[in-house]
Each structure stands twice: as C-alpha cells, then as structure tokens.
Nanobody
C-alpha cells in the first residue's frame, strides 16, 4: 500500500513537500516516484527514485524545481516542490515499480495540490 499526503493550497512561488509512505508488498527495493494528473488529461510522470536513492529521474518541466528523496528506514518517499506555479496544480499520485522508472504497478490514492496565482 502507498499512502500519499502533504498536498494543499499554496500561492505561486511557494513550496510544498509531499510524502508517500509504503507498506506491505511495496518494499524498499522498489523504484518509487510521483505522477500528476489534471482533469481531462493523462497522468504524467513527475519524478522517480531508485531503491538506494542514488539515481533520480525528473520530467523536464520540474527539473531544478522539485527534488525527490527517500528514507528506506521508514519506507517513505518525499517530493519537495519549490517555486510552484499555477500549472503545477494537479492531483499527485505516488507509485512504485519493481521494473520500470515510468510505468508503475502500484499506486497510492493521490493528494491534491493547488497553486493559486
């Protein structure tokens, strides 16, 4: 199971940190990451991190603005989002995969991020 939290309402230029707590089948050896989705559009990749935390992957739109990290001691992945823009408004989903950086087998329930202008 994956439990996402940390979403909310923030003004443009502000910051938020999302958390994703993993339990059960999603082990600390999985690739984990974040996607986001707005109504009427496909879910899009945001960031991913390997099991060790040594390798990361970001969508071009968030490079240099968002940082993904993980704490395997508590099976939690974080997404630090800085300099937020209204176009970052979406439901953010955390996911996990045994095999792929951008196609996940396991998903959390999503957390809403709203950035006001």
């Amino acid at each position: 199971q994956l439990q996402a939290s940390g979403g909310g309402l923030v003004q443009a230029g502000g910051s938020l940190r999302l958390s994703c707590a993993a339990s059960g089948r999603t082990s600390s050896t999985y690739i984990m990451g974040w996607f986001r989705q707005v109504p009427g559009k496909e879910r899009e990749f945001v960031a991913g991190i390997d099991w060790s935390g040594g390798s990361t992957d970001y969508a071009d739109s968030v490079k240099g603005l968002f940082t993904i990290s993980r704490d395997n001691a508590i099976n939690t992945v974080y997404l630090q989002m800085n300099s937020l823009k209204p176009e970052d408004t979406a439901v953010y989903y955390c996911g996990a995969s045994q095999y792929s950086w951008r196609q996940y087998e396991y998903w959390g329930q999503g957390t809403q991020v709203t950035v006001s202008s």
